[in-house]
């Protein structure tokens, strides 16, 4: 089975818009970190928010938040007040257990803000 | 370094060829990962290093595939006898702990 599941290849938005890109996670270590990261066509890799586990409250970072269900293993990714700049592809990564282990990736969606 | 670096940036080398494929982590993390990413693809894990530990090989596709890490730094991923399906991006990252993954710009190999 996917550990990380993207379900939607491709979103667009009108720019100052708010935008959800879904993310499904499948692990039984009760113990795990979710990642987003932005890749722009420049091809880096841009982290954006961390939702680790244990966490209670949904993580924020500026006009990013996660949106955390985790009896239903989401993680859905909220960007609100879309800008041109944010058109790229995003994927969801998740951390098993504790420590710097791997990280595994979804195929990522593709993010088209439109003007 | 500030970040982790990666060279060649490019590499095109014909089918059949050992190509090596380096990165530099950041001085002090100890774990170190490659990736593979096709185009328009998604991440593929490769293979992970941690301290002196025995590196996680699990996502190598092929014996053709290896790496290893010298002192606990440097990284050299080699694929041997290349074929046109190992063309990609490697993108390799290093991290000290369980949130500062950082990643290099990335190798785009081509296999012709």
């Known amino acids: 089975a996917q550990k990380i599941t993207q379900t939607q290849p491709g979103m667009f938005v009108q720019e100052k818009e708010a935008v959800t890109l879904d993310c499904t996670y499948d692990?039984?270590?009760?113990?795990?970190?979710l990642f987003w990261y932005k890749q722009p066509s420049s091809g880096e890799m841009i982290f954006l928010i961390y939702?680790?586990?244990?966490?209670?409250q949904n993580a924020t970072e500026g006009r990013y938040s996660l949106n955390f269900q985790k009896a239903r293993k989401s993680a859905n990714l909220v960007i609100s007040a879309s800008q041109l700049g944010d058109s790229a592809m995003y994927f969801c990564?998740?951390?098993?257990?504790?420590?710097?282990?791997?990280?595994?990736f979804g195929t990522g969606t593709r993010l088209t803000v439109i003007p | 370094g500030a970040g982790v670096s990666q060279s060649p940036s490019n590499k095109v080398t014909e089918k059949g060829k050992d190509v090596e494929l380096r990165c530099d982590p950041i001085?002090?993390?100890?774990?170190l990962y490659w990736y593979r990413q096709s185009l328009g693809q998604g991440l593929e894990f490769l293979i992970y290093f941690q301290g002196n530990s025995a590196p996680d090989k699990s996502g190598l596709p092929s014996d053709r595939f290896s790496a290893e890490r010298t002192g606990g730094s440097v990284s050299t991923l080699t694929i041997q006898r290349t074929q046109q399906e190992d063309s990609a991006v490697y993108l390799c990252?290093?991290?000290?702990?369980?949130?500062?993954?950082?990643f290099g710009s990335g190798t785009r190999l081509t296999v012709v």
């Open positions: 001085s002090g993390h100890t774990a």
């Open positions: 990252a290093s991290s000290w702990d369980e949130l500062g993954y950082t």
């Open positions: 692990t039984s270590d009760p113990s795990y970190g």
């Open positions: 939702q680790g586990s244990y966490d209670q």
């Open positions: 990564a998740m951390r098993e257990g504790l420590g710097a282990n791997n990280l595994f």
